[in-house]
């Protein structure tokens, strides 16, 4: 049971679970006279078309109607009208139509300049140079920091860090130089100092890309099989916790379930995750009691584990925003479609700039503003962490350039940008994704924890009542 718990809770379903298809009525837990209703309904707060229910608008036109369960339709959007309305609901700037049957991804690559898939060794060391040197001054503003403004240098520090994430992952995608050599290294060294294993993501990772969205065989985000909901009480509440208030750390879980058990990769992977777990565990056994004996245990808190959390945050929420959606489903492998996942089920999302910690930051004496405030006042996060969020290219292609995803990211607007999904970072959008997005259902895409279990859904409860409801 412990490590069904686990699972679950590292729970970016991987490939040794089967899925299996969702029953095509209502879900048994369902009570008589209670209406299936569509993601869009679920969200507590927000304009008063949002807030109508099945229930409701039935109840209106033909009385009282018992012991029915309806199971609602999938999200719609066949008009211009009705996706502006998802939109809106959801907290998008734009839901994208349905990308034909015939299109592949071969077309839609195509269409991309070829000088966006060009490496520059100059702009890819540009990039190291941007996140050591942010990494530098945020271990400078921990250190200088008062207590009040230490979540401001551990947010910054965290984002920073996020940054050698990235150049790692540009590594690992062969996108960082023509030297698979220096990749190697620069990759292993990038992800040190979060404390991961550079191989064993980098074989997990591919497999994102080669199955994005698909059911089961997709090693990121994965909606919660229904009979994995239905197993134990215990199972069904450590569930409902991980992908409702901690879901902005679950990819903590999925670190430590996916990334150091050699038995989930191949015999010709073994070698080399081997030497990347073998750094890992030196940088621990080095880094750890170094910086312990520098600064004491409160020290390692303050300089290690604050920033860590800070950089699991956005790593779980890029993870989020780009693939989990009420409109964006996951397809089993029959029905799977590359370009409809890459294109069509990935989420542009811009976020946004640090005026607000500048501002805070004037509150503190000027000695300390004048040093930090110039790189405050101009950063922005996609800076920092190197346009990961400008993910459509990267699905497209990931062997673009992070510093080229802009660029190729306006190329795919012009030709395709009509099936995109597009966002601005805002509550609405994190409430639907933390509220709605729960239990796979072939009909709906996701049927959320509050409908299937509402005695043990407090804490989905809690988030409705809690979050904001600010649109971008």
């Known amino acids: 049971m412990a490590s069904r718990i686990a699972d679950s809770l590292f729970a970016f379903t991987g490939p040794q679970q089967c899925l299996p298809r969702a029953p095509q009525v209502a879900h048994a837990r369902l009570s008589p006279g209670v209406y299936a209703v569509r993601p869009i309904d679920l969200l507590l707060k927000g304009k008063t078309h949002r807030r109508r229910t099945f229930l409701v608008s039935a109840k209106k036109r033909v009385g009282c109607i018992k012991a029915v369960a309806v199971p609602a339709a999938p999200p719609s959007a066949d008009s211009a009208e009705e996706r502006e309305q998802l939109a809106e609901s959801y907290g998008f700037k734009q839901i994208g139509q349905d990308l034909p049957d015939n299109v592949t991804l071969k077309d839609i690559m195509d269409t991309l300049p070829k000088e966006v898939f060009e490496i520059d060794d100059v702009k890819a060391w540009k990039s190291v140079l941007v996140s050591v040197t942010s990494y530098a001054l945020g271990l400078f503003m921990i250190a200088k920091a008062p207590w009040y403004l230490l979540p401001l240098a551990w947010a910054w520090t965290g984002t920073a860090v996020t940054g050698f994430f990235v150049i790692g992952h540009d590594c690992a995608h062969k996108s960082f130089s023509k030297n698979k050599l220096v990749e190697d290294i620069v990759g292993t060294l990038a992800f040190l100092p979060l404390v991961y294993p550079y191989e064993p993501w980098r074989f997990k990772h591919d497999r994102h890309h080669a199955k994005t969205n698909m059911l089961v065989h997709d090693t990121a985000w994965q909606p919660v099989p229904p009979e994995e909901f239905d197993s134990s009480p215990v199972l069904r509440k450590a569930i409902i916790l991980g992908y409702g208030p901690i879901r902005p750390w679950l990819s903590i879980a999925h670190w430590v379930n996916w990334h150091f058990n050699l038995r ?209």
């Not at 750094?279 to 584990?305: E, H, N, Q, R, S």
């Not at 089920?345 to 405030?373: A, K, N, Q, R």
Request: charge should be neutral; proline fraction near 7%.
């Open 264 to 472: 989930k990769f191949r015999p010709s992977e073994v070698n080399r995750v081997k030497i990347s777990l073998a750094c890992v565990f030196a940088f621990m056994a080095v880094g750890w009691p170094l910086i312990i004996y520098k600064v004491g245990i409160l020290g390692w808190v303050k300089f290690w584990l604050m920033p860590w959390l800070g950089y699991h945050f956005w790593m779980s929420t890029f993870t989020m925003v780009h693939h989990t959606a009420p409109h964006i489903p996951f397809k089993p492998a029959d029905e799977w479609n590359a370009a409809q996942a890459q294109l069509n089920g990935t989420v542009h999302c811009d976020y946004p700039s640090w005026y607000c910690i500048s501002t805070l930051l004037s509150w503190y004496s000027m000695s300390f503003e004048s040093i930090c405030l110039m790189f405050l006042r101009c950063d922005r996060i996609e800076i920092l962490c190197h346009d990961i969020n400008v993910h459509i290219p990267h699905h497209i292609s990931p062997r673009i350039p992070s510093y080229n995803l802009r660029a190729a990211h306006e190329s795919i607007q012009e030709n395709w940008g009509k099936y995109t999904n597009l966002a601005t970072w805002n509550w609405r959008l994190m409430k639907t994704i933390m509220t709605v997005c729960h239990v796979y259902n072939k009909e709906e895409n996701y049927i959320p924890f509050d409908r299937l279990a509402p005695e043990e859904s407090q804490p989905i409860t809690f988030l409705k009542k809690a979050m904001p409801d600010y649109g971008a």
